[in-house]
């Protein structure tokens, strides 16, 4: 019996739904247990049962964690937001010696690179791989850049106050509006994202480049999976330097200049059923690891294959239970 615990479930549909398709399939018994911070998250109805718990930022967020995986008997423990993956690292020792789960996480080391943009770039910078400039405060002031430009803050995600700057009163404003800025040169290009899946010893499974065609708050609304050779060997480099456990995205653009990063995200990332359902299927390589099995390195999967996303509803009644 095989249980999986989703944190942070929010709309997370797609991915419960993906892993009860490879536990049906690989015939494995086990629960999907489903946690939120709110009634109103969708994916807990999908889930075969669900908790309410604490938010990361309270005390009792990583006691809730350890219950609800002591409760369920839970095996592993999978991570889908950003502002968790700190707390959880720092945890780590903690919740998998108080329950029998694993958290799907990587070292620490990786996280700490992935979670601040800073030392994201430096890690780009110092492993020879593409990224853009880094703007710093002596360049800002003395005007050493041209427009566009492009601003975030350096522990952001979902693309929450991020900027393209077009000029220099756009410049001084976000500089106060945005916290903890950082400050590029502007990429132009095609961007794509690469789900990328390793195992437990950080060897890499599948890597599967995908080109965002449209996105909506920072997620990927509409894109195709692509073999591109080029992506998939330079991200075959990066692995064997970071060494990531689990599945990440990583954020890159094909620029005039070549491919150049713009981020790691040390998590399933939101488009990532869209490399499930193409045949690069983690969920099933999750499942056959934790019975066990000893995985290789594959591309079997379906190239050239679009993907379009879109929004459904469930109904609740008044006492907030599912109307079927």
Do not use: W
Request: charged fraction near 30%; glycine fraction near 4%; charge should be negative.
């Amino acid at each position: 019996m095989k249980n999986i615990l989703i944190l942070s479930a929010g709309r997370r549909v797609e991915l419960i739904e993906r892993f009860k398709r490879a536990r049906k399939k690989l015939e494995i018994d086990g629960n999907i247990i489903a946690v939120d911070i709110s009634k109103t998250a969708p994916a807990i109805y999908f889930a075969d049962r669900f908790y309410i718990i604490s938010r990361i930022c309270d005390e009792a967020y990583i006691d809730d964690i350890i219950d609800v995986c002591k409760k369920e008997n839970i095996d592993l423990i999978v991570p889908t937001i950003d502002t968790e993956l700190l707390k959880l690292a720092e945890n780590r020792d903690l919740i998998e010696k108080s329950t029998n789960a694993k958290v799907l996480l990587s070292d620490m080391s990786v996280v700490s690179i992935c979670r601040d943009k800073n030392n994201t770039q430096k890690f780009f910078e110092e492993n020879g791989f593409g990224v853009p400039r880094l703007l710093n405060d002596d360049d800002i002031k003395s005007g050493r850049y041209s427009f566009p430009l492009f601003i975030k803050p350096k522990d952001g995600s979902s693309s929450i106050n991020t900027f393209k700057i077009n000029n220099k009163s756009e410049l001084d404003f976000f500089m106060n509006y945005v916290s903890e800025p950082m400050v590029q040169e502007f990429m132009q290009g095609t961007e794509y994202s690469v789900d990328v899946f390793c195992d437990f010893d950080a060897s890499p499974i599948t890597i599967v480049p995908r080109v965002r065609l449209a996105t909506r708050s920072g997620e990927i609304a509409k894109g195709k999976v692509v073999k591109d050779r080029e992506i998939i060997n330079d991200v075959k480099r990066m692995l064997e330097i970071l060494k990531p456990i689990g599945h990440i995205t990583i954020q890159c653009m094909k620029t005039q200049k070549g491919i150049e990063y713009i981020e790691i995200n040390p998590r399933f990332g939101g488009g990532a059923p869209m490399s499930i359902d193409a045949g690069a299927d983690s969920c099933e390589n999750l499942y056959r690891l934790l019975c066990g099995e000893e995985l290789s390195y594959n591309e079997n999967y379906s190239d050239n294959t679009m993907f379009v996303r879109f929004d459904s509803s469930i109904m609740l009644d008044d006492d907030m239970e599912l109307v079927k």
